[in-house]
């Protein structure tokens, strides 16, 4: 939940430079790292690429007012099923896989 209230803050100019200048995406990004839930980590990732995206046109300021072609969007609707349903076998396949990223005993010295 608290990713998504993030994201709705991302939804406008003002709020992705805000939540940028919040040093956001370096915590995101170790969030990234350890957490092991697919769908969290999924949220994670959209997250991080609205914040290290370029910055839409003026016209397109606010992302939840931009029209997405219907076409497009059940592509996209799609390709996230897709790889939703990927996660879920790798985690059935191997349920004590550790995430990619960081170990959980902390970085190698």
Do not use: F, K
Request: hydrophobic share 30%; aromatic share 4%.
């Amino acid at each position: 939940m608290l990713l998504e209230a993030i994201m709705l803050l991302t939804a406008t100019g003002p709020g992705r430079r805000r939540v940028r200048a919040m040093g956001t995406y370096v915590v995101l990004r170790e969030l990234h790292g350890w957490e092991r839930h697919p769908g969290v980590r999924a949220a994670c990732e959209r997250l991080l690429q609205v914040l290290i995206g370029d910055e839409p046109p003026p016209d397109m300021e606010n992302l939840l007012e931009v029209n997405i072609p219907e076409e497009v969007e059940q592509q996209l609707q799609r390709l996230d099923r897709e790889e939703e349903e990927q996660r879920w076998w790798e985690q059935e396949r191997d349920p004590e896989q550790e995430p990619h990223g960081p170990s959980r005993e902390g970085p190698s010295r």
